[in-house]
């Protein structure tokens, strides 16, 4: 079966420091990967979708960034972390376009 | 663009009692349909989908929903709730050709009483 995976699970980093969050899924081939963020009481927003390798959409412009340099591995970075980049950050995945999004557990971040 | 509307942000329920959590989407074709829960802290589990043919579906842990066309509605619904359903319901519309992911509503606050 397919499993998410998804860390650090908590993260407190001070303004002005970089961010790496990676996830990775395991037992598919060639999934849709996805960073959505999810700010208290505003829902889920897409930050970034990518159908393979090396291609990375943007939903969102801002001081984050992604990247799969594997088949299985997506990686959310910054450089510089804002205030405003604080909240719950969801890795997914799915087989396929048009198929079902599956989640990970999640990682809080504050940035302080 | 499409776009997913939960009119009630927080719903208090008694155990026992029944559910019903509204969703209203908008989209041009036939959506796919989603409905997810999320408990604190927790990533988004799925609890059904309607991608097509009956329209309603049965998903986990006794919950249903309905796919009425003409009322661009999406409905979850439980006969009975229990404490643990207790958690935010997120209502979510996807294109089917895409591979840009799904938009979700704001999301519902379950609540129950003892």
């Known amino acids: 079966s397919q499993t998410i995976h998804q860390w650090p699970a908590t993260l407190v980093q001070p303004v002005g420091s970089p961010l790496s969050l990676e996830c990775t899924v395991e037992g598919t081939s060639n999934p849709n990967l996805y960073w959505y963020r999810q700010a208290a009481g505003r829902g889920l927003q897409l930050l970034f979708y990518s159908v393979g390798i090396g291609q990375i959409s943007s939903e969102v412009p801002q001081n984050l960034s992604a990247s799969r340099p594997q088949d299985r591995q997506f990686i959310l970075s910054s450089k510089k972390l804002l205030l405003s980049d604080s909240g719950f950050y969801l890795c997914?995945?799915?087989?396929?376009?048009?198929?079902?999004?599956?989640f990970g557990e999640g990682s809080w971040l504050t940035v302080v | 663009a499409q776009s997913v509307t939960q009119p009630d942000i927080h719903i208090t329920v008694s155990e026992g009692a029944s559910l019903e959590l509204r969703c209203n989407y908008s989209y041009g074709a036939t959506p796919y349909l989603f409905w997810y829960v999320q408990s604190p802290g927790q990533g988004l589990q799925l609890l059904l989908k309607y991608f097509s043919g009956d329209t309603l579906v049965q998903g986990i842990k006794g919950f249903e929903a309905e796919f009425k066309r003409s009322q661009s509605s999406f409905n979850l619904r439980k006969p009975s709730v229990h404490w643990s359903d207790a958690a935010e319901y997120f209502c979510a519309v996807g294109s089917g050709g895409g591979a840009d992911g799904l938009t979700f509503g704001k999301g519902t606050h379950l609540i129950i009483q003892p």
């Open positions: 997914a995945w799915s087989p396929g376009s048009g198929n079902t999004i599956y």
